[in-house]
């Protein structure tokens, strides 16, 4: 009987210990969730969503095609789905194997738009991506703007950091940085001009955009090519859950957008279109004026359009295919007709430019760690413009003149991304691209006819086109290091292959994260980076004259080292506090020489340019408010921004056109119910450098000269004098209201609401003074008083 105790005994000891070596083996064995999360209504996937295991405090985001993998150990998980404005799930969990969890997650009703996002994988305060800010499509709607038309870089223009070019104009320079050395990306692809009407309006169009991501600091490795910052626009899949139609009807331009299932569940499909009909519109008075002019049939007018398209299919849970083309164009033009007896003048000018981007992508789940992304894309941007006059008698030509400029880029490029989870603590990217480009400096055509020349002159010249290669790499890890520290560190590198020269660039980055408190963290950042691509501008606002340019033999690639250190806090109601200092150091810039310009023949463009240097610094203040009836943000910038060339302002510093010291911005949205919501949006800048004569002289006078021929400017330096301070308030207000095909909305807003007279330029003029001097006479001139605007939109469900 005691034997049969102690075997009893002996086998309750040994199962206990193997049971316990096996739940040892199985808590101590890694397991991986992954899957995908999307809008429960719609079926789009939902970039930046946050998945976290409130037990571990490990956590990822959704990457930009909503797919994730959370590598945890084996056991009970609780893992939270949360994305700012919708509701958050749980789900617990025995972990035991490999496991796919799809998400749906569901918006709230109760609660107003979200202005701001935060990096929602992560709140900012957990996130060590310094210096970024996301915005939704929705959200940039809601922001007052000029004449009513939505604009997704006039949102951008109210960031800290973010300075606005010329009044009313959408280009964006960030952290000192040029038009130019920003990377700005529409699904993936390059766009090298993002300016409609001149620059007063961007290229994109609100109502096809998901999100829209801005990166001033602190680069992953993945991206690269540009100095200053990263805009990442994505564009929405489609509803492949039900059809819907959005349109707009404004001041400007009318907008329409048509998007549902092909096969629900499987195949969506999207299309936003717009256009300007200022040119239809005016016709009528144009065509009147003429013939009061005695130039019947002439005519002229301006027009802008953008094609938005996109279809995704899914093949399984593991593959999905997506297809996206932008097309837009920009167009002015001048006919004019003369007849007088027998006597016809014909006269065309023209003026236009435009983008076409492709992008073809292919998802590929190879396990539940290793997802990947292909990608082929085309982009090309073209800018032309031309002159064409005729002169007849008696039906015989007498003369004709013509004359056309073309310039652009086309790029041809195909790259591959990984996201792997090996193990909990590491999330590593890594990939590989290359770029064909195509440059066109600038071609011009001359042709001339005139009655009893010999033979009509044809003439074609300017730059050739210029050839490029172009190859990148990247790696990055994402390195959690205990429950308070975190660090992305990572590696690009490129080659720039053109004439027969070959540039090489490593460039090393780096980002770490200390939490102090659960509400409250530090970061830090490095970055190196590096710019293939030049924008050669002799203009102050956005023009399509601007020339993209490579580097070559004789022009060096830009380089830029940018250091920044930052704070974030959450209190309580939704409110987060940043604080953060950068400084940015930039070599090889390039500027014309003076008195050079893209019209300029007789030099080739290489010949024309300056090279220097620059640098930045600055701190960065944001207070925003995220969920609730009021949301929005206050942002303050105190900032330096100068530049240096050997042959320019006698070769010492001078202050950037766009330096500016101080920044305010304040946006704020309240929404009092579902059918009324206002908007405020208050600027304050110092104002803008420019170049003006400190003094002038009067030499002597001989005959023959105009009317101030003997007036001498002198001028201590560029950009040495300061216009007057900008300030601008913008005030908007939408009635919305439930109908039985979906909502209309009527909206109305006033931008420059005191109608403060901003200076738009200035001009200088001599003026005798009434003891017989000669002094300089200053003008400001501003273009935008208080303009007020209305729109009618609708949401047809």
Known sequence: MTSLKTNSRQRLILFTILLGLQVSILYGQKFSISGTIEDKQSGERLIGANIYDSLTYRGVSSNNFGFYSLTLPGGLIRLIYSYVGYQPRVINLDLKKDTVINISLESFTN??????????????????QISMTELSGASINKIPVLLGEVDVLKALQLLPGVQSGTEGTSGIYVRGG???????????????????????????????????????????????????SVLDIRLKDGNNKKFEV?????IIASRLTVQGPIKEGKTSYIV????????????????YAASKSGQAGSSGGYYFYDLTAKINHRFSDRSRLYLSAYSGKDKAYIHIKEKQNDYRHRENLGLSWGNLTTALRWNYVFSPRLFSNTTLTYSKYNFITSMDMTETEEYTLQNRLAFSYDSGIRD????????????????????????????????????????????????????KNIHAQELDAYVEDDWQI????????????????VQDSTYWSFQPRLSALFMISENWSVKAAYSHMSQNIHLVSNSTIGLPTDLWVPSTALIKPQKSIQYALGTVYDFPKGIEVSLEGYFKSMNNLIEYKEGSSFFSINDDWENKLEFGRGISYGGELLIRKKMGKTTGWIGYTLS????????????????????????????????????????????????????????????????????????????????????????????????????????????????????????????????????????ILFRQYSIFPIIPSVSYSFKIK
Do not use: C
């Open 640 to 775: 330096r921004t100068e530049r240096k060339f050997e042959n320019i302002s006698f070769g010492e510093w001078f202050p950037y056109r766009y330096d500016r010291r101080h920044d305010i911005s304040i946006v704020l949205n309240h929404k009092f119910n579902d059918k009324i919501d206002i908007g405020l949006t208050w600027v304050y800048g110092t104002g803008n450098a420019v170049t003006l004569p400190v003094m002038m002289y009067t030499r002597e006078f001989w005959p023959g000269h105009s009317l101030y021929p003997n007036q001498i400017m002198v001028y201590e330096g560029r950009n040495s004098y300061r216009m007057p301070a900008y300030h601008r308030l913008d005030l908007g207000i939408n009635l919305h209201k439930e109908k039985k095909w979906g909502i209309r909305t009527w909206s109305f807003g006033a931008y420059n609401a005191y109608s403060r007279q901003n200076p738009f330029f200035m001009t200088q003029s001599p003026v005798h003074t009434q003891e017989g001097d000669v002094g």
């Open 246 to 250: 959005d349109g707009s009807v404004g």
């Open 272 to 287: 936003s279109a717009r256009r300007t009909y200022a040119d239809i519109l005016a016709q009528p008075l144009i065509r």
């Open 482 to 497: 205990g429950t308070r520290f975190k660090v992305n560190g990572g590696l690009h590198g490129s080659a720039f292959h």
């Open 412 to 463: 041809l490029a195909a790259k591959i991304d990984f996201d792997y989870q090996p193990a909990p603590s590491h999330s590593v990217k890594f990939g590989y691209g290359h770029i064909a480009h195509q440059f066109k400096p600038g071609v011009s055509v001359y042709q001339m006819e005139e009655e009893g020349m010999a033979s009509p002159l044809d003439t074609t010249y300017g730059n």
């Open 111 to 128: 609660i107003s738009e979200v202005i701001i996002r935060a990096d929602a994988a992560k709140s900012a305060v957990r996130s060590n």
């Open 178 to 228: 040029g038009p130019d050395q920003n990377l700005i990306l529409l699904d993936g692809v390059p766009v090298y001009n993002v300016n409609h009407l001149f620059g007063f309006f961007s290229v994109f169009n609100s109502d096809a955009i998901q999100t829209v991501k801005l990166i001033k600091g602190g680069f992953p490795a993945r991206y690269g090519g540009r100095l200053s």
